[in-house]
């Protein structure tokens, strides 16, 4: 009874099939259309639901691509639009026929062959060329051989690392799968190898140059079993002289603008104020231009950023350099006299000289009042020192108050002590504000060029 219902159930299958492919040939055979017999011969009892081999193992598919424009590659987006030829060569038994010569169908009846159901994994909007027709091609050869071309324009995701941009390099990829059969049904593989995609050689791209790319196959592991995959890999480097000319030269010659304040006179306020301010408005215009076309990503601090932000620290910098010496102009009302009337200014240790040459004469007198017993010395006070000399009772006495020769020779280690202290701090002491300028001049230009150099060398080479 069982053996019976099975028999019955598969003639319905096979009556419904008949049925389906006569509807389908009529549809696509119009009044006053008739096939040419050899296709009807392939035609007849051909049945497109069910793949090559369906019995016998996996159908074999060979993929090869021909890349005929890289339209766009948006950094913001993080996608590429690419416009390809995608060829699809498998062999089914079915389409055996006699004969030397291979068939070109109209691309129209491909609605009556069995195709495999390739997809783009990463693909966000994809379309067919129907201009004038669609853009489809079927050829028969005599061994059962089917050649399926594809006019596609596809948009792509890439994931892109933006840390060294623009002198970055991206590796995109294009994947294709298939959607409904696994790999015990259907199997992938590229015909030539890396030879299978084409046209790289002849692109030419607006930012970037195609460096390398390759093939590889793989498996695609979902929950509804394991699927081939093709894909192939290209590596895009960035053409950086538009950078160097857009951003990079603009943004170091507004630096090279800041140190021309350097040369200005610190009683001109008004010209470096304006130099210095307008630089630093300039630098921010700049920096908030050059990031319009990028992600606005916190993950992402790029190579050009901290570019920018180098310079703008430079640019900033010359401004906080006159405030500072400004500053120190106002504080250092002797110094400051003394070069805008064409005065020399006194120096610190010129004072302190005198200060010890004092102490040392008043020694001198001490020692002179000592050897005279019939005088008797009287307090003496030295207003430079700051501390009295007074008289003692002679030298005999074990206890008694401190001698003269004591208290100046005290007083001569202090001073000496405190002219060594100053030294060390005359060492961070700009005596005249306008030597910030002078130094500014040299420091400023030989650490950008520093910077420079550090920078460049890690982002080329690193």
């Known amino acids: 009874m069982s053996v019976f219902r099975s028999g019955w159930s598969l003639l319905a299958v096979l009556i419904i099939s008949r049925i389906l492919e006569s509807s ?21 009892g051909y049945n497109k639901y069910l793949r090559p081999f369906f019995d016998n193992g996996p159908v074999t598919v060979g993929m090869s ?34 004969g030397n010569k291979s068939l070109s169908l109209d691309g129209r009846l ?4 069995w195709v495999p159901d390739t997809f783009i994994v990463d693909s966000k909007k994809s379309f067919l060329h129907d201009i004038t027709v669609e853009n489809r091609l079927i050829r028969i050869f005599p061994n059962g051989t089917v050649l399926y071309a594809l006019r596609i324009t596809t948009t792509v995701a890439c994931n892109m690392d933006l840390t060294k941009y623009p002198m970055d390099k991206q590796t995109c990829t294009l994947q294709l799968e298939s959607w409904g059969y696994n790999i015990n049904d259907v199997m992938f593989y590229w015909t030539r190898g890396n030879d299978s995609v084409s046209g790289l050689d002849t692109l030419r791209l607006a930012q970037y140059t195609v460096e390398d790319h390759y093939t590889s196959v793989s498996e695609a592991i979902y929950e509804t079993g394991h699927y081939p995959k093709l894909i192939f890999h290209f590596e895009l480097k960035r053409s950086i002289l538009y950078f160097i000319l857009e951003t990079y030269v603009p943004s170091s010659l507004l630096v ?31 920096m908030m231009g050059a990031r319009t076309s990028l992600p606005n990503a916190n993950c992402f ?13 430079f640019i900033f910098g010359a401004l906080i350099e006159y405030a500072v010496a400004h500053f120190c102009t106002l504080h250092h009302p002797d110094c400051n006299n003394g070069l805008m009337y064409g005065h020399p200014v006194q120096d610190c240790e010129d ?5 010890v040459t004092t102490i040392t004469s008043n020694s001198i007198r001490a020692k ?30 074990d206890k008694g108050p401190e001698t003269p020769e004591d208290a100046l020779e005290r007083c001569l280690r202090t001073m000496s002590a405190i ?19 002078q130094y500014s001049r040299m420091t400023f230009p030989l650490s950008f060029i520093l910077v420079n150099l550090l920078y460049w060398t890690y982002y080329l080479y690193f």
Not at 110 to 113: K, Y
Not at 301 to 313: E, P, R
């Open 24 to 44: 389908v040939l009529r549809a696509e055979v119009k009044d006053g259309e008739i096939l040419p017999p050899t296709i009807q011969k392939l035609m007849k």
């Open 65 to 98: 691509l021909d890349i005929a424009s890289i339209d766009t590659i948006s950094e913001i987006n993080m996608d590429y639009t690419a416009t390809i030829f995608l060829r699809q060569r498998w062999t089914d038994e079915r389409l055996v026929f006699e």
């Open 110 to 113: 491909v609605e009556l062959l």
């Open 256 to 286: 090279v603008l800041s140190w021309v304040s350097f040369w200005i006179s610190q009683s001109s306020v008004p010209a470096r104020i304006c130099i210095g301010v307008t630089t630093v408005l300039t630098m921010t215009t700049l």
């Open 301 to 313: 601090i790029k190579a050009i950023d901290v570019y920018l932000g180098i310079c703008f620290s």
């Open 351 to 355: 004072e302190m000289n005198g200060i």
């Open 368 to 397: 002179r009042r000592k050897e005279s017993p019939t005088l008797t010395p009287a307090p003496t006070a030295d207003p430079d020192l700051g501390c009295a000399v007074t008289s003692s009772p002679p030298a005999s006495e």
């Open 419 to 437: 002219r060594r202290v100053l030294r060390a701090l005359n060492c961070c002491h700009i005596e005249n504000p306008h030597y910030i300028d």
